[in-house]
Each structure stands twice: as C-alpha cells, then as structure tokens.
C-alpha cells in the first residue's frame, strides 16, 4: 500500500534520523492497540527501555543527546501509527529541556536519567481556572520560608498526574507590583503535603486524562527551584516553544493517519464501474490535505531545527505558526477522511472517529489559534497589540 509518508524526510533529514523513523513505526506496530489502554503503558516502557523517550537529553544523563527535531519524529511516527504517546510533549519535552537547560547539577543527576529511560515522568501545570490563556494573571505564588519556599495556588488542564512522579508547577515570586509575568518554576514531588489533585471530567476519549492541582501551602525545599527566582519569559518558554512543536508532530502525524485511511479506502472502495478515488470530488480533497500537511510537515521541522540551534527568538515565531498550521490541517484531515469513508468513517474498525475529538483539542491546546495569531499580528507583523 502506498502511503503518504513523513514531510520532507529524503532530503531534509540525515540517515541517522530517518533511521529513527523507520525504528519508531517498527516498535508502533508491535503494539496491538486493541486493549483497553495497556498498549500505552507497554509501549511506553519498551520506548524508554530503548532509548527513545530521552533522544532530545544530554548524552550524560542517559539521553540520546539529540534535540526536539529528534522527539518530534518520534511523536509523528508515533501518531502516524495510531498510538502516540502525548506525554512526550510534555515529559521530556517540556520538563527535561527546562531541567537539561537550568536545572542544578543535582536536579539533572536526579530527573534526567529516569526522564530519558521512561521510569520517572513529569507534569507541568501551567493554566489556571481564572487566567486560562492569559499567563500574566497566574496567582500561584512562592514566597520565601527560611532557606525553602511556600508554593500557593491552583492549577487546571493538567495532563498526566496520575501517572507522574512529580509536576513542574509555574508560579510567580511573591511581592511583585510591577503585574508583568515573571515566573518560577518548581519540581513537586507528588508526596509532598500540601499536593493533592483531582480528574478535570471531560468528554473526550484520551488516554492522558486531566486534573486540578490544589496547592495548598505546599513547603519545597530551596533545591526545589529550576533556575533562577523571578527568571521571566524566556526560561518558560524554553519549555513552551518545543510544546507546541511536538503537538504539531502529533497533529501531523495524525493528519497522515487520517489521509492514509482515506486514500486507500478511495483506491479499492468500488461503488459504480470505477473505484470512489477516480471522482474528483473524491480526490480533489485528499489531494489538498496532502498538500497542507507537506507545509505543516515543512514548518514544523523548520521549528525544531531553530529551537534546536537556540535561535529562541526565530523559534518562538516557526512553533506558533508550525502549531498552528498542523492543527488546521489535521482537523481538515480528519474531517475530509471520515467524509470519504460515510458511514464506514464512524466505525470502529477504520478509527477515524475517535480523531474527531482529538484533532479538534489540537486547535485549544497547549495554546489556541486566536492567541497564535494575536502573537503573529504583533510579534511579526508588527502591529499594535490588542491584548
């Protein structure tokens, strides 16, 4: 069967990274995903055990000393596959960059290595119930106690909780005035007093399910703290920018699951004299979703390989209109393939419903497109900002 394969990979990537490619759709498929859930787990561990959770951390503690453009392959082949692991996006990719990048000698010796081999996973709770995408009014605040701190606050959409050992909580040092962001970030251990969470119910069909965390006086130690007090913008977003590349991986990945569905369907689904791929109406439309993915594909390598090379400013830019740009296609990929399909498409022998939800919380999530274009309007475009 012909497939649309992974954007730009002959002549954009080295043989190391296609071989990467070719590994990661290999251990997918030796996962039957049709228990409930298990194959997350199994799947999880055998990529830990093999080095592929940790390829975007350092060589010394474990990793496979690569970058986000390394992860990313992983996520997309992953979600090609039908099974990705979404904690990617936020273990090693938010919480090991932040940590390989600022973290203490000690806090790397202690969290990386079970970061990169998969035997320890991280959270990171960022949003809170009255601030959603308006960082600025984050309310968790660390205050001093002696040479430790008092963490104090909420936080919503957290993924992943249940089964991470600790959460990277963004709070904001007590005793600013000025109202401008300036966040620190704390490692929690989930044993900690004071820590508790409970599941966010949502009606969505995922295997990361979403949690409140209640921080209620929660007492760290001074080791607790990842870079410096009061860091500002740039030390957060050394962790947001490769989010929004890996969420682009998954919705690339997704996008090429749902049109790969489709095509072959299209190519063997005979209802007249001709097989359904023969009509335009049919073809015209899967032909375009190719095309989108190709430049989502595109944009999102031309991201990784910016944050990689730490140009954080132009990265900034390529993750938010990478993130962007797959999420809309994915949506359109998913939609246009169910179509193909009728009534076939809400089967769930073909699996193309259960992307309905999913390729949609790819629009919201880890930031909305409104937000992406309100940072493109005022960030590139230089024009006066609205919010």
């Given amino acids: 069967m012909t497939q649309t394969g992974p954007v730009g990979s002959v002549f954009l990537e080295t043989a190391e990274q296609r071989a990467l490619r070719a590994a990661i759709a290999g251990l997918a498929g030796r996962h039957d995903r049709s228990a409930d859930g298990l194959w997350a787990e199994e799947l999880w561990a055998e990529a830990g055990q093999l080095g592929y959770l940790g390829v975007n951390l350092p060589e010394e503690f474990g990793g496979g000393g690569g970058g986000i453009t390394e992860l990313s392959i992983v996520l997309e082949e992953l979600s090609a596959a039908g099974c990705p692991l979404l904690m990617l996006a936020v273990s090693p990719a938010i919480c090991g960059t932040i ?190 979703i190719h095309i989108e993915l190709e430049l989502a594909g595109l944009m999102m390598r031309k991201a990784a390989h910016l944050y990689d090379q730490q140009h954080d400013q132009a990265a900034a830019e390529a993750a938010n209109i990478a993130k962007y740009a797959a999420a809309e296609a994915a949506v359109r990929a998913v939609d246009q393939a169910v179509q193909t399909l009728g009534g076939n498409g809400l089967t769930t022998e073909y699996g193309l419903a259960a992307l309905l939800p999913l390729s949609r919380v790819t629009r919201i999530a880890p930031v909305s497109r409104e937000m992406i274009l309100n940072f493109v309007a005022h960030h590139t475009l230089g024009l006066p900002k609205s919010y």
């Fill in 99 to 288: 940590i390989s990048r600022f973290g203490t000698a000690e806090q790397k010796r202690r969290w990386l290595p079970g970061l990169a081999d998969g035997t320890v996973r991280m959270a990171f709770g960022i949003t809170e119930p009255d601030a959603g995408s308006n960082s600025h009014r984050i309310t968790t605040t660390a205050r001093r106690d002696g040479t430790g701190w008092v963490l104090t606050g909420r936080k919503v959409f957290v993924s992943g909780v249940d089964t991470a050992d600790a959460t990277l909580v963004v709070g904001r040092a007590s005793g600013g005035t000025d109202g401008r962001l300036k966040p620190c970030l704390f490692i929690v251990e989930h044993d900690t007093p004071g820590f508790e969470y409970r599941e966010v119910e949502i009606e969505l069909s995922a295997l990361e399910r979403q949690f409140q965390l209640f921080l209620d006086d929660v007492r760290l130690p001074a080791e607790a703290l990842v870079g410096n007090e009061v860091a500002g913008l740039p030390q957060l977003f050394a962790g947001l920018n490769p989010e929004r590349v890996m969420m682009a991986a998954f919705a690339v990945g997704m996008g090429r699951r749902a049109l790969n569905t489709a095509v072959e369907y299209s190519r063997t689904r005979q209802v007249w004299s001709v097989p359904i791929g023969a009509h335009q109406a049919i073809a015209h439309p899967l032909a375009q």
